[in-house]
């Protein structure tokens, strides 16, 4: 009984603690993140399911997904690299591992997401 009581207390305790990764899995939240230079606001959130193409045509990748804004320009079509590495360095700041081979597309004006990429 006692190892019992003690383990329920430890419980209780950690469920005190701020999320931390569990697995290696990515925790949802909003960042700013600076890659080479350039600062971004940055979400790791539940969403749908992404793709990945490949020479068989698109499969889907599951995780989080990670929306990826830049404060200043605002980010374009043209800017799939840097939004791409803005989104790897959130998703690894929130304990997740970065899918290179999700795609990304621009889904709003200056908004670059990445469904599925974050795990």
Aim: with cysteine; aromatic share 4%.
């Amino acid at each position: 009984m006692r190892a019992g009581g003690v383990l329920i207390v430890m419980g209780a305790l950690s469920a005190c603690a701020s999320p931390a990764p569990v697995g290696g899995r990515a925790i949802p939240g909003a960042s700013e993140v600076t890659v080479e230079g350039q600062d971004f606001l940055t979400e790791v959130r539940a969403g749908s399911a992404g793709e990945r193409l490949t020479a068989a045509g698109a499969r889907p990748v599951t995780g989080l997904t990670v929306d990826v804004r830049r404060l200043a320009p605002p980010l374009h079509y043209s800017d799939g690299a840097a939004a791409k590495r803005a989104a790897e360095a959130a998703c690894e700041g929130q304990g997740g591992r970065f899918d290179p081979t999700a795609a990304g597309r621009v889904s709003a004006p200056g908004l670059w997401r990445f469904a599925g990429a974050c795990a």
